[in-house]
């Protein structure tokens, strides 16, 4: 039997090898120059953040962010100073584990990324930090507090959220202008925080700070409990035994509404509850499961400033694409891009050195967080980070009750402290 | 000392311990019964806060109130699991059986983190709030009322064990399985009916917590373990064993704050369960009556 006796095209596999193998060619001889140059024009960024592992809720929330900046800067232009070359983000997932994040860093690196951006957990920064001031890449870190990660003199690593330090600065210098303002002179409080790397770094760099202050406050009692604690009507007792005219919680969601709930029942007086930063009382879940008592908690924590233009763009845009509302965490992985693609602009080039310039140089007003200006210090750590004093006011509304307190110029509401006792309201 | 902070702290303690035993001794009752560790003993509870609490979201019932229900579809859980799972690794070794257990409570831990996600709940319920003063110290209602409520369910249990011909037939073969077979007690049924009674006293538990603790689907183990340790405290398989050794550890944990700090609860549980290990191994009530 003759084969190809029969006119027209059959397509069999040789013919097609030859013919797909002839246009392959022909594009990388001729090729398509309009696609080349188009390619030639994209930044490519490596975003680390724990997407999987018990953090995972965060980091989704962080890429989504992230993603969402890179295309609100494509769509108004990419960078101008480039030709309007468009951002690209490198997706990388550190499972919530340092070495995993190192690597997946180091990947990104080698597939082309230009500047990394991440990564969340202290730990995971410090090591990308290392890795990138090895690789001569820059690194800029949108959530990370622990002081230590900007302290090794490192050329190429840059943060835009408050230290550790900064953080209980700024508490103890907002509950010192709540009492000086209000004209109260309490004596006695008590601390308390959950035990695990959080908890105790956050509680230890508080007290340091709050004894160092001179405000005159003893801290009569530190109580600290495991993680995932399912009972802590003991812990509360000692509390009360105590006698503490305040309270500073450091919570993880869970252990905020047994706390509440304890204090509530055993009648625990206080003049408020304040604490020096920890989640656990700004969550839409557990300020509708606390309802009443989670009111006039104040909370010293880095936080979105809903008034600012970019915050309202970026909000809608997440509600109409996620669901989800800008907050603290996704809020500074959204700056973060933002930072950079500022940076890339005044660089006009993606060489290393050119963006580590463009960087110190940097002075960044409009982004959607409480802060001042960003400009980074010698070691690379912003000088107009701030966390705000938030809280917890009455409103019809339950997902509109957190609000800005303090810097006043970033206020929302007024505060009310001391606060009512638990169980006078109604 | 603070005789204040001292009463508070039993009281609470006693209280607590009510709880810890009607968890143990569902897993008593097994242990007694078929002579397995029921290792999903903990998810299975942690599986019936979840049940009532959508119980209580969807249909607007309290815990309280829902209680039965909530006990039912844990006891044909625990039926289920009996049926198609341990009633095939009776006869195995011991470390052959923790094994499918274990699985079972990692199953169930991660359905419940399938259905209702990873976030801590804690929901509004009726009693949920109310206290009562007690002298200096404050008693909270919904910790009696769990307490209560756990004395009478064991309570019951213990005389439904006595009184009743199927009670009878349970501790007949627990006594002496092949005894129990030659009288004519269809043991695989009676294994059944007992595991599921167990699975069912603690799903009862999960339901008595909800106002209490704060629904996650990982507070399962924990509780296994502190069960576990209550178990060996009061003799495997002596149910009033159980409720005594709840209370016993109930008491321990909360005057152990006096001293120690919350953080190290569980060394003070498990250096109680080492000392009677070392000085009582049938526990403080004798095994297996």
């Known amino acids: ?426 | 000392m603070n005789y204040a902070l001292l009463l508070q702290l039993t009281v609470q303690g006693i209280l607590l311990g009510g709880i810890y035993g009607l968890i143990a001794v569902g897993l008593s009752l097994i242990f007694g019964v078929m002579g397995v560790i029921n290792f999903a003993h903990g998810p299975m509870m942690v599986m019936g806060m979840y049940v009532s609490y959508w119980i209580l979201v969807v249909l607007g019932i309290d815990p309280y109130l829902s209680l039965v229900l909530v006990a039912a579809c844990i006891f044909v859980l625990g039926y289920l699991v009996q049926f198609l799972v341990v009633n095939r690794i009776l006869d195995f070794p011991e470390a052959m059986q923790v094994l499918p257990l274990v699985a079972i409570g990692l199953i169930l831990e991660n359905s419940v983190l399938l259905l209702w996600g990873p976030d801590p709940r804690s929901p509004k319920t009726l009693l949920g709030l109310a206290a009562v003063p007690l002298g200096s110290a404050t008693i909270d209602v919904s910790r009696l009322v769990a307490f209560c409520l756990a004395v009478a369910i064991t309570g019951s249990i213990l005389l439904f064990l006595k009184k009743t011909d199927l009670g009878k037939a349970i501790r007949a073969a627990a006594d002496n399985r092949t005894g129990a077979l030659l009288i004519g007690i269809k043991v695989d049924r009676i294994n059944n009916f007992s595991f599921a009674m167990g699975a069912a006293t603690t799903g009862a538990a999960g339901a008595l917590l909800i106002p209490l603790i704060p629904l996650s689907p990982h507070l399962g183990h924990d509780f296994t373990l502190t069960a576990f340790v209550v178990v060996i405290l009061g003799g495997m398989g002596n149910l009033l064993g159980a409720l005594v050794g709840g209370l016993i550890l109930g008491v321990a944990e909360s005057l152990s704050t006096l001293f120690v700090p919350a953080t190290m609860k569980q060394v003070v549980s498990f250096s109680l369960l080492v000392v009677i290990m070392l000085w009582r191994p049938q526990g403080l009530l004798g095994g297996r009556r």
């Open chain 1, 1 to 426: 039997m003759k084969k190809s006796t029969r006119k027209g095209f059959r397509l069999n596999r040789r013919g097609f090898l030859k013919a797909t193998g002839a246009m392959g060619l022909a594009t990388a001889a001729g090729g398509f120059p309009g696609l080349v140059k188009a390619q030639a024009k994209e930044i490519l960024i490596g975003s680390i953040q724990p997407v999987t592992g018990p953090l995972a809720v965060i980091g989704q929330g962080q890429r989504r962010a992230a993603e969402l900046a890179v295309d609100m800067i494509n769509s108004k232009g990419g960078i101008r100073s480039m030709g309007g070359a468009k951002l690209k983000l490198l997706l990388g997932d550190s499972q919530t584990q340092t070495e995993v994040g190192r690597s997946e860093a180091d990947r990104l690196i080698k597939e082309g990324a230009k500047i990394i951006v991440g990564a969340f957990e202290s730990g995971t920064s410090m090591a990308i930090a290392t890795l990138c001031e090895q690789r001569e890449t820059p690194f800029l870190i949108d959530v990370a507090a622990l002081d230590d990660i900007t302290k090794k003199g490192y050329k190429y690593t840059f943060r835009i959220f408050p230290t550790s330090t900064a953080f209980a600065q700024r508490g103890v210098a907002f509950i010192k202008e709540i009492l000086a303002e209000k004209r109260l002179s309490p004596k006695r409080a008590v601390v308390s925080y959950v035990g695990d790397a959080f908890g105790k770094t956050q509680g230890a760099f508080f007290i340091k700070h709050f004894k160092e202050s001179g405000l005159g406050i003893d801290i009569v009692e530190e109580i600290s409990y495991p993680l995932g604690v399912p009972d802590l009507s003991a812990e509360v007792a000692k509390i009360k035994a105590a006698k503490p005219d305040l309270l500073f919680p450091i919570c993880r969601p869970g252990d905020s509404t047994i706390l509440t709930r304890e204090l509530y029942k055993q009648r625990v007086e206080l003049m408020g509850i304040i604490s020096p930063g920890s989640p656990g009382w700004y969550e839409p879940s557990v300020i509708k499961d606390l309802d009443k008592l989670v009111l006039y908690v104040m909370d010293n924590v880095p936080w979105i400033f809903p008034e600012s233009p970019v915050y309202k763009e970026a909000n809608d845009l997440m509600l109409k694409r996620h669901q989800a509302y800008l907050e603290t965490n996704n809020g500074y992985a959204f700056t973060a891009i933002l930072v950079v693609a500022d940076a890339l602009e005044r660089a006009k080039s993606t060489d290393a050195g050119k963006i580590v310039a463009a960087l110190r140089s940097t002075n960044f007003k409009d982004h959607p967080m409480v802060g001042d200006a960003i400009k980074f210090d010698e070691n690379g750590d912003n000088l107009g980070a701030t966390t705000a004093m938030v809280q917890v006011l009455p409103d019809a509304d339950p997902l509109k009750r957190v609000k800005v307190v303090l810097p006043k110029r970033f206020a929302q509401a007024d505060y009310v402290f001391p606060a009512p006792q638990l169980w006078e309201r109604g």
